[in-house]
């Protein structure tokens, strides 16, 4: 009876390996989708040596998707100030700050427009929003404009991520 | 007094003894022809007819490096935009070495560098100076360092029609024809457009002329509740607010093809269409994509100067929401407020192609 057990066992010891194996996987993805909203959108002002000509922003974003993607970086702050990215309001007078860069119209995106993320990769990237926008002495807030950022699987399968981003607030001395 | 006026003479026979005892061998030609699409090349040849081996400074062998051609029209210097560089004395390797019977030949394309969009009669010569053509002095005397050489070519002459303004764009423009400035009836130019690019695009702002003039004759024949396709595909469903905001912003457009000095730049080898600072009316940069799109259609050369243009703070002052036909579709239907602060919604709705009423 024993010996008759333990061959079972081992007939199907990789058909039990394998069950294990994708249960863990299902276990992963429903796990994934349970946590959704969370903060893989990070917007921050570095609040050492702020002034007029020096406001650095960080902005980061985790792949929300559990697998690698591609972010078209277009209207988000991975390529720099080629559109207006920020909404930026001065506290003190309630005034929008004007956009001072550049906006491009463009053709098809070319591979370099293209964010490669692996599965649970996190990116990050600098600017000094002085560049673009001028600032005084007083008190600002800073947003996100765009928030809806276009994905892409292996497949070229689109995702439309919205990135929530909380609205930072910085003074300039 | 009369001693030092006979010094001066000593001294400058002097120096000019010595330009002339350092000059080299070397015979300059000029010979310019003007292309089928209004460009202007000038072949530059520079051969050793000494019998030994010759140098000059490589400098003085490249429009892309210095001030290297005299071009007159008319008799008159015409203005040079190109850059002028601040170096440090040249060392060996700066120097081109020819050896006897040797030649150089470069083709250089003038009217990006020289205003040469007029009618007119064009002396081109080479013709440079330096204190280190030929050699690098560092060594020698301070007589013979100070001392200028020069290297010029016979004048060859071209003619050139210039090129014209159609239509009714420009009409109303200040500082048209002449100025310091490289402007043809009030639209101006910078970052070496030759003169190729400055006939297209004087094309292509006439047909963005006549799309905004149909866009503003839609919008005046038209209203709030008498809507069309051709309105509602683009901008979505009117209000009265909603649809005079449209009619400010193709007014403003119009204004700023009939009445402001746009400046277009050609320096851009990006793949983009074009791009503008919306806080810095009336500079429009155009990119590659522009030079390969077509004058009129979808994503057109007409309809990009509408989109840039609508997007300065000073006409429209709109924002890219969404790129693309299909996309500003959506935004029409969806969100009509946004439709009429994206600047492709503009674009497309004065290309409108397809045709729609």
Redesign the interface.
């Known amino acids: 009876m024993f010996s008759i057990r333990l061959k079972w066992i081992k007939k199907n010891f990789i058909m039990l390996i394998l069950f294990i194996a994708f249960s863990s996987i299902t276990q992963d993805k429903a796990l994934a989708s349970m946590d959704k909203p969370k903060q893989n959108c990070s917007l921050s002002i570095n609040s050492t040596q702020l002034s007029t000509d020096h406001v650095i922003l960080n902005f980061s974003l985790e792949n929300p998707y559990n697998k690698k993607m591609r972010l078209l970086i ?2 988000t702050p991975f390529e720099g100030f ?3 990215l920020f909404i930026i309001t001065n506290k003190d007078t309630g005034k929008k700050l ?10 098809q995106p ?1 591979p370099e427009d293209y964010l490669s993320l692996t599965q649970n990769q996190r990116s990050s990237t600098t600017l000094n929003l002085s560049f673009s926008y001028h600032f005084k002495q007083g008190h600002y807030q800073v947003q996100l404009k765009k928030n809806t950022f276009h994905f892409e699987d292996e497949h070229l399968t689109p995702f439309l991520f919205t990135c929530e981003t909380s609205t930072v607030n910085f003074s300039i001395k | 007094m009369k001693h030092l006026i006979k010094i001066m003479i000593a001294i400058t026979a002097i120096i000019t003894l010595q330009a002339n005892a350092a000059k080299p061998q070397l015979d300059v030609q000029v010979s310019v022809v003007k292309a089928e699409n209004g460009n202007v090349n000038a072949t530059l040849n520079i051969t050793n007819n000494g019998n030994g081996q010759q140098k000059i400074l490589g400098w003085y062998t490249d429009l892309n490096e210095e001030h290297i051609f005299s071009v007159k029209k008319d008799g008159v210097e015409v203005d040079f935009f190109g850059p002028h560089y601040k170096r440090q004395a040249p060392t060996d390797k700066d120097f081109i070495k020819l050896k006897s019977g040797q030649s150089l030949t470069k083709t250089f394309e003038l009217s990006a560098l020289y205003d040469m969009s007029s009618t007119g009669n064009y002396e081109v010569s080479y013709h440079v100076k330096s204190m280190h053509l030929y050699s690098n002095k560092g060594q020698q005397k301070k007589s013979e360092r100070l001392a200028v050489e020069q290297l010029s070519s016979a004048i060859s002459v071209i003619w050139l029609d210039g090129i014209e303004v159609k239509g009714t764009a420009n009409k109303g423009k200040p500082g048209g024809g002449g100025g310091a400035s490289d402007c043809i009836g009030g639209t101006c130019f910078t970052g070496r457009c030759d003169n190729s690019q400055k006939t297209e695009v004087i094309s292509a702002l006439a047909a963005a002329d006549q799309i905004t003039n149909s866009s503003v004759a839609y919008l005046s024949s038209h209203s709030a509740n008498n809507t069309s396709a051709r309105y509602n595909t683009w901008f979505g469903d009117a209000t009265s607010t909603r649809y005079n905001t449209a009619v400010d912003h193709f007014d403003a457009i119009n204004d700023a093809i009939d009445n402001q000095p746009i400046t277009f730049d050609c320096s851009c080898k990006k ?9 810095q009316p009336y500079k429009v ?1 155009l990119c590659r ?1 522009f030079w390969n799109a077509n004058e009129l259609g979808t ?1 057109s050369r007409a309809g ?1 100067i509408v ?2 243009l609508s ?1 300065f ?1 000073a006409v429209a002052g709109t ?2 929401v969404v ?1 693309g036909q299909s996309g500003a579709q959506s935004l029409a239907t969806s969100a009509p407020d946004q439709a009429l602060n994206n ?2 919604s503009h674009e497309y709705f004065a290309e409108n192609t397809p045709n729609q009423n």
């Open positions: 277009w209207h080629l559109s207006d004007n956009y001072q860069g550049p906006m491009v119209k463009r053709l070319q | 793949s983009y269409f074009a791009y503008v600072y919306p806080t940069y994509a994503d990009t989109h840039e997007h703070n924002d890219d790129y600047a492709d």
